[in-house]
């Protein structure tokens, strides 16, 4: 069993930057692939990044450049960098942890409650 805490969201402006961080418990942290998901209002939830537990990274194209995943598995977290926001970007964003490096939600079994990004422009 996994647990995940994600925190850092808010509000911000475009152009600027968060950093989400999203906390693990269990001792197999870092056996699992960690991945970013958000869901904007209306919209279907969608594959933003994922992470192995050796560090191979994959990003959508949409976030490709602007946005980084990265873990210390030494603290059990995992990390979403996002530069050069946009309005776009807006979104409930969710943590999760799975065996697959996918980037479908049937990948990925365990789930956070998620943080809010709010961009304005």
């Known amino acids: 069993q996994v647990q995940l805490v994600e925190s850092g969201g808010g509000l911000v402006q475009a152009g600027g930057s968060l950093r989400l961080s999203c906390a693990a418990s269990?001792?197999?942290?870092?056996?699992?692939?960690m991945a970013w998901f958000r869901q904007a209002p209306g919209k279907e939830r969608e594959f933003v990044a994922h992470?192995?537990?050796?560090?191979?990274?994959g990003y959508a194209d949409s976030v490709k450049a602007r946005f980084t995943i990265s873990r210390d598995n030494a603290k059990n977290t995992v990390y979403l960098q996002m530069n050069g926001l946009k309005p776009e970007d807006t979104a409930l964003y969710y943590c999760?942890?799975?065996?697959?490096?996918?980037?479908?939600?049937?990948?990925?079994?365990?789930w956070g409650q998620g943080t809010q990004v709010t961009v304005s422009s």
């Open positions: 269990g001792r197999t942290f870092s056996s699992y692939t």
């Open positions: 992470s192995t537990w050796s560090g191979a990274n």
């Open positions: 999760a942890a799975g065996t697959r490096f996918g980037v479908r939600r049937d990948d990925y079994r365990y």
